[in-house]
């Protein structure tokens, strides 16, 4: 933290770069001097529904240097994601325990960027994050863990495009994250008006970026939390913001294609597999029962891959999530 300033904000925590004469940099209402560390939030307005707060911390390196985004807590209930400066997009869903969606306007707060000025209040805080965040940092990272419902074994997500310099670090930023498996996440928007995800609308954008998840089920788990950090401070090294080397990790787990199964309607859940476990294709993941103990589905794994989170909890409705399963790549990309 020697070089650079650093800026959270609500789940964002920005390093940023100094200017070439000596100025506070300002997010919100938060304001750090070169050296100095300062607290604030963004204001997301009134518009169509309720005005919220976001909280930001600002760390401004002494001398000069890039700046990079921390951001977390888009899914309120992710609470291992909450562990760097407390930060939390999602302030309704973390305080009424809503996993997935801002429980004011029923939207995922990590699937409306770069948002709307005048949307709802998660295309409004999403709006704002894009402009506060995203379009004054470097580097980007969005920190997830297994949201209420989801029992999850750690993972990364890297997302290529195909723009060489930019991939290279990306690349290298989730390597010295440190994370054994890692999502190849190629299909996604290159409209910079519908980007959907905070960390696209980042590498969108130009800025590197890459997502991680270590938590599940809302517990706060020592490992998980330290994989987090560890992984935040290595990458921080393989950004130079920090002396010393990172922790790169020589051969993660590359993942090349997901594979949701989903529930086909209401019951009872009783899993046959834990996360990180590896099935083949036609192994039974659990059984899922009527409300008076009758069987009636036995999901299997569509796939040969590994459970990368199964439904933690035993309520079921149409459309959920019953397990995500990831197809290891053949070769690493
Ligand atoms: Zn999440």
Not at 77 to 83: D, G, I, K, Q
Not at 159 to 166: F, I
Request: proline residues 7%; neutral net charge; contains cysteine.
């Amino acid at each position: 933290m020697n070089s650079r300033r650093y800026l959270g904000v609500f789940s964002v925590l920005l390093f940023l770069a100094a200017p070439l004469f000596a100025q506070a940099f300002r997010v919100g209402t938060a304001s750090a001097a070169p050296g100095e560390k300062s607290t604030g939030t963004l204001e997301v307005p009134t518009g169509v529904d309720a005005a919220t707060s976001i909280p930001v911390v600002i760390v401004n390196g002494a001398k000069p240097g890039k700046v990079l985004a921390l951001v977390s807590g888009a899914h309120g209930t992710e609470y291992v994601s909450t562990v760097i400066l407390v930060p939390l997009i999602n302030i309704q869903s973390f305080e009424q325990k809503v996993p997935h969606v801002n429980p004011v306007d029923n939207k995922s707060m990590n699937r409306f960027y770069p948002g709307k000025a005048d949307g709802t209040q998660t295309e409004r805080a999403s709006y704002l994050i894009t402009k506060e965040i995203v379009d004054r940092c470097d580097y980007l990272i969005d920190y997830h863990g297994g949201d209420l419902d989801e029992s999850l074994r750690p993972y990364a997500y890297w997302g290529p495009t195909g723009r060489e310099a930019q991939d290279r670090t990306s690349k290298e930023m989730v390597l010295a994250f440190g994370l054994d498996h890692i999502i190849i996440w190629r299909e996604r928007p290159t409209d910079p008006a519908a980007t959907r995800y905070l960390d696209n609308t980042a590498s969108v954008r130009g800025k590197p970026s890459i997502v991680v998840e270590a938590g599940h089920a809302g517990t706060v788990e020592s490992d998980d939390v330290a994989l987090l950090v560890n992984g935040t401070l290595s990458t921080m090294r393989a950004l130079k913001m920090l002396p010393g080397e990172p922790r790169t990790i020589e051969n993660p787990v590359w993942i090349e294609k997901l594979v949701d199964v989903l529930a086909d309607g209401p019951g009872i859940w009783y899993p046959l597999v834990k996360r990180g476990a590896y099935v083949s294709a036609g192994m039974k993941l659990g059984t899922i029962t009527d409300y008076v103990g009758k069987v009636i589905a036995e999901p299997r794994a569509p796939v040969s891959a590994v459970v990368l989170h199964v439904n933690a909890v035993p309520s079921l409705k149409k459309g959920d999530n019953i397990a995500d399963l990831g197809v290891p790549a053949a070769k690493a990309p």
